[in-house]
Nanobody, 121 residues
Framework: QVQLVESGGGLVQPGGSLSLSCAAS????????VNWYRQAPGKQRELVAV???????NYADSVKGRFTISRDSAKNTVYLQMNSLKPEDTAVYYC???????????????WGQGTQVTVSS
């Protein structure tokens, strides 16, 4: 069974940095992409960053130039480095694998439990 576990959230002052991790456990043959989403109170979940199996990345306009998504395939871990944080970045951050190929077949819509990021002075 594939599980995703996020870590690295916390409280940071405006202008500060945080690095989030998303570790996948279980047997995975391959995936197409890993996404980072966030959801602020009273708002819809928002796609923040994507990294594909080929290493291509894409970002929401609101975080472009401040956030960087990367991966360590050997560790089955994807990272989200967040710099120059703003109060509007406050949200629960989730990692997501839309589709994974595993020994027990294809799995869709894998989500972690989320990690809280609060940007406040």
């Amino acid at each position: 069974q594939v599980q995703l576990v996020e870590s690295g959230g916390g409280l940071v002052q405006p202008g500060g940095s945080l690095s989030l991790s998303c570790a996948a456990s279980g047997s995975i043959f391959s995936i197409d992409a890993v996404n980072w989403y966030r959801q602020a109170p009273g708002k819809q979940r928002e796609l923040v960053a994507v990294i594909t199996s080929g290493g291509s990345t894409n970002y929401a306009d609101s975080v472009k130039g401040r956030f960087t998504i990367s991966r360590d395939s050997a560790k089955n871990t994807v990272y989200l480095q967040m710099n120059s944080l703003k109060p509007e970045d406050t949200a629960v951050y989730y990692c997501n694998i839309p589709r994974a190929r595993t020994p027990s077949g294809e799995k869709y819509g894998l989500w972690g439990q989320g990690t809280q990021v609060t940007v406040s002075s």
